[in-house]
């Protein structure tokens, strides 16, 4: 995937971008496996959707992720690379085994802060944590599709091998959904059959 598109793509997943947006303050910010997008190093990344969760964040995960900005991130960005080198086997393993996290040009597990908003809310803010990473995931759809590309949602994921993969202790951050990006491939496995007649 050529870097532009990769930007486009992160960009339109952005709060400012969404319309209508959500009434509350973004609590999800993608930690993307990065594996084929070119100018990039292979490895592990994190999206922040809300400039402002940086520190906590940076508090909560393992104190040896790098933290640094790609070279060639635009200034409207909040890409910071947290790991360097093959992110296939981590994002293939923590997605069921499945080869579609592993074989496309990048993998999200969408990490929302969990029992802050929680306890601030009320138990009702709990679907709506995954409305926001359904609007992300439909945003990645759309914006993949419109650049030549294609995503799609991985609803099988093992969050509590996310959680110490990223250093993460408790229940402050939750692993909620998981989607990957690159080019379909026809499955030969699948057949089709003539419609009901």
């Known amino acids: 995937m050529p870097l532009e598109i990769f930007h486009t793509i992160l960009k339109a997943t952005m709060p400012e971008r969404a319309k209508p947006g959500l009434p509350w303050r973004p609590q999800v910010n993608p930690v993307l496996f ?3 997008v070119e100018e990039m190093d292979r490895g592990l990344y994190i999206l922040l959707r809300n400039e402002r969760a940086k520190e906590d964040l940076r508090g909560a995960m393992d104190p ?3 933290w640094e900005r790609p070279s060639r991130t635009p200034p409207d960005l909040e890409l910071y690379q947290l790991a360097q080198g093959d992110a296939r086997p981590a994002a293939k393993e923590s997605s069921c085994r499945q080869d579609i996290a592993s074989d496309g040009c990048f993998a999200a597990a969408m ?6 908003p929680i306890e601030q809310y009320g138990p009702w803010f709990y679907p709506r944590l995954y409305w926001e990473c359904g609007m992300i995931g439909q945003t990645l759809y759309l914006s993949s599709e419109a650049t030549g590309f294609q995503g799609c949602g991985i609803g099988c994921f093992f969050d509590d091998m996310v959680h110490r993969m990223l250093g993460l202790p408790d229940l402050g951050y939750q692993d909620l959904y998981h989607f990957t990006v690159g080019r379909a491939l026809a499955d030969t496995r699948l057949i089709d059959l ?3 007649g």
């Open 34 to 36: 990065v594996h084929r």
């Open 64 to 66: 040896d992720f790098f």
């Open 111 to 116: 990490i929302s802060r969990f029992e802050g």
């Open 194 to 196: 003539p419609a009901y």
